[in-house]
């Protein structure tokens, strides 16, 4: 159980880690797999940690909800001090952390990974109607089963599905949500009277080339109606319409409404307020780091993570998973316990499961370059595969709790910094 913080007084400690989702977790048993003595606090209000890339599952009936949520408590890891509390902001020249309950932590090192914030409120109508009216997202813990609910009793009539600007977490899961959902009308012979429709704000399926092609295929199998360029703007539950802007290639705007008998929403995501409104944001909100190593580029014994970080890389956990090693190596780098340091690469993950039994296996570093773990002949990414939904649907869960959060860096060793990015 780990020691928690007493409301009663103020508290310094070597490391402090804002966040303790996928990232901060990792950060901390990286950690404290390399040095058992460091002395680390983790700053989160939560209760419930939640393996959020099950949720995708959970709408398609595949995983139930429970098996994707533990007990805060039981992921801290042993010897690092959880802080159950709010942040409110940050004091980096006096390196101090803010708490909402008025207290102030201290630190030397500061790890910042809070993940991002779903910003429901901004789409009109949308927070009056989740999870009613057939308005769903998997997005949300709670919501994920009504996805699934919505999707067996379906029978007839017209399914929208939402992807909102860039950038979100798990790019692919809107697609996602999309072709589980299809397939398994499919399987019922309900397709044909289930017209489904993808409304994308951006112009591309997805950002990397090489995944599109059987991406493609699965649309055209589904007989999906695809736009892009349209956002949601409004939804009118009761009413059962939901009103898009579409933007054209010269900048010019209409909004058009349709109707529909399920939504699946994803919601616009931004950095949390006491993020934005802090000195380690940078223009868009975001922590403002170098790509490599992770540090800030300001304040050199700041370094940040996971969906909150400014860089380009897809905001997933199988990110996180190789950034938490990156940002372990170089904190005790800064506190020199150890020499040298260790760089990210801009690995991304999704598995984009385009039917019940097969995956489109993405993976990428920066600039979209394909970065696939396994060697072609044993599984090739760009086509869909029963290998890797078993990996997605049976090994990666395992291998989140089990390793991931124990400081167990399977396929996830750190490796050193180029010379240009330490510079």
């Known amino acids: 159980m780990p020691a928690l913080l007493?409301?009663?007084?103020?508290?310094?400690h070597k490391v402090v880690i804002v966040g303790a989702g996928a990232a901060g977790i990792a950060t901390a048993a990286s950690l404290i797999s390399r040095d058992p003595s460091l002395d680390i606090a983790v700053v989160d209000p939560a209760d419930v940690h939640y393996y959020q890339p099950g949720w995708t599952m959970v709408g398609a009936g595949v995983f139930n909800a429970p098996s994707t949520a533990r007990t805060m408590a039981s992921t801290i890891p042993r010897g690092v001090r959880w802080i159950k509390a709010r942040?409110?902001?940050?004091?980096?020249?006096?390196?101090?952390?803010?708490?909402?309950d008025g207290r102030t932590i201290s630190y030397e090192q500061l790890v910042v990974c809070p993940g991002l914030k779903l910003d429901w409120a901004?789409?009109?109508?949308?927070s009056d109607t989740l999870g009613r009216n057939g308005v769903t997202s998997n997005y949300r813990y709670d919501l994920a089963p009504y996805t699934w609910e919505l999707v067996q009793n379906l029978k007839q009539g017209r399914?929208?599905?939402?992807q909102p600007p860039m950038p979100i977490k798990c790019a692919g899961a809107p697609q996602k949500a999309l072709y589980l959902s299809c397939d398994h009308w499919l399987r019922q012979g309900r397709l044909g009277d289930i017209k489904a429709c993808f409304f994308n704000a951006g112009a591309v399926l997805f950002g990397v080339p090489d995944y599109v092609p059987a991406l493609m295929a699965y649309i055209d199998k589904y007989g999906v109606d695809l736009n892009y360029n349209h956002c949601l703007a409004a939804v009118d539950g009761p009413n059962k319409r939901a009103t898009f802007l579409r933007t054209f290639a010269d900048g010019s705007t209409e909004t058009h409404t349709e109707a529909f008998d399920m939504l699946h929403v994803v919601p616009p995501q931004v950095a949390p307020d006491f993020i934005r409104q802090s000195p380690l944001a940078d223009a868009a909100g975001w922590v403002d780091v170098d790509p490599h190593t992770l540090r800030h580029r300001q304040f050199a014994n700041v370094h940040a993570l996971g969906d909150v970080a400014s860089t380009s890389n897809a905001k997933t956990a199988a990110a996180a998973r190789k950034q938490a090693p990156v940002v372990a190596n170089n904190v005790l780098v800064a506190l020199g316990r150890l020499a040298?340091?260790?760089?990210?690469?801009?690995?991304?993950?999704?598995?984009?499961?385009?039917?019940?039994?097969?995956?489109?296996?993405a993976e990428f570093t920066y600039g979209g370059k394909v970065a696939p773990s396994f060697p072609r002949w044993l599984l090739d990414g760009?086509?869909?595969?029963?290998?890797?939904?078993?990996?997605?649907?049976?090994?990666l869960p395992p291998l989140y709790w089990q390793g991931m959060l124990k400081g167990r860096e399977w396929l996830a060793r750190p490796q050193p910094v180029a010379a240009e990015a330490a510079r």
């Not at 901004?122 to 949308?126: K, T």
């Not at 990210?344 to 039917?355: A, N, R």
């Open 159 to 162: 399914a929208l599905f939402t």
């Open 382 to 395: 760009r086509q869909p595969t029963r290998l890797a939904w078993l990996l997605k649907a049976r090994v």
């Open 340 to 361: 040298n340091l260790a760089q990210y690469d801009g690995y991304g993950s999704c598995p984009l499961t385009v039917e019940r039994g097969k995956i489109v296996l």
């Open 122 to 126: 901004a789409i009109d109508g949308l």
């Open 6 to 12: 007493s409301p009663a007084h103020s508290d310094h």
């Open 87 to 100: 942040v409110q902001g940050f004091d980096p020249l006096g390196q101090l952390v803010m708490l909402e």
